[in-house]
């Protein structure tokens, strides 16, 4: 059965630093890696979508990397600023008779000026 | 804009009542999912449709249930039955697992 972990839970840092947020995955059988991006009582909003071919993707100061074979995705925010404060969410998607995407519990960022 | 429409944002429902979440999208998506999202945990999967009249049931579908008589609808119903409705909801639709998932802004319901 596919989990996903992510690491840390929450992380308070300040505003400039660059910084890095894991997700793990338990069954490198996945057809593609999706971070989101969560404000409090919205929605989510699609951040980056890494292919099972590809090793990374970038969008401005967002850079996700894949590595299947052990599992892992990192997502590094370049020079942080306090409106990147919001939950990033990790999810894997599976395939189990029908694609389904399996997410990870988020990782809750506070960027403070 | 193409996107997905949730309504109502906020849903208050009392002891034996059952509720409707309405979920649109105009992104042309065959592909549609209700996903639950409690404090603390991920999203987990309540039903989901990959074209009109059809759906299966995902994770967690006990006291819920679902339509797609539309391409562009994907409703949820929460009955009676569903004994810890209190979460936030969120539908989300996709056109193949090539281009990753576009969410709603979710329904957040509340027993009162």
């Known amino acids: 059965k596919q989990e996903v972990t992510q690491i840390p839970a929450a992380l308070s840092v300040p505003e400039g630093e660059n910084l890095v947020l894991n997700c793990s995955f338990t069954?490198?059988?996945?057809?593609?890696l999706q971070w989101f991006r969560q404000d409090p009582g919205k929605g989510l909003t699609s951040l980056l979508l890494?292919?099972?071919?590809?090793r990374e993707q970038t969008s401005g100061r967002l850079n996700a990397s894949l590595d299947k074979s052990s599992g892992r995705s990192t997502l590094y925010i370049a020079a942080s600023q306090p409106g990147d404060s919001a939950t990033y969410l990790c999810?894997?998607?599976?395939?189990?008779?029908?694609?389904?995407?399996?997410f990870g519990a988020g990782t809750r960022l506070a960027v403070h000026p | 804009d193409g996107g997905i429409t949730q309504s109502p944002k906020y849903l208050f429902r009392k002891e034996g009542q059952n509720v409707t979440l309405s979920c649109e999208q105009n992104?042309?998506?065959?592909?549609m999912y209700w996903y639950r999202q409690d404090p603390g945990q991920g999203l987990r999967l309540i039903y989901y449709?990959?074209?009109?009249?059809?759906?299966q049931k995902g994770d967690i579908a006990e006291g819920y249930s679902v339509s797609r008589e539309k391409k562009e609808s994907f409703p949820l119903t929460v009955t009676s039955a569903q004994k810890n409705p209190t979460a936030f909801y969120l539908c989300?639709?996709?056109?193949?697992?090539?281009?990753?998932?576009?969410f709603g802004s979710g329904t957040r319901l509340t027993v009162v």
């Open positions: 890494i292919q099972s071919s590809q």
């Open positions: 999810a894997v998607l599976v395939s189990g008779g029908y694609n389904k995407l399996i």
């Open positions: 989300a639709s996709s056109i193949d697992r090539t281009y990753g998932y576009t």
């Open positions: 069954d490198s059988a996945i057809y593609n």
């Open positions: 992104l042309n998506h065959d592909a």
């Open positions: 449709s990959q074209i009109v009249n059809d759906f």
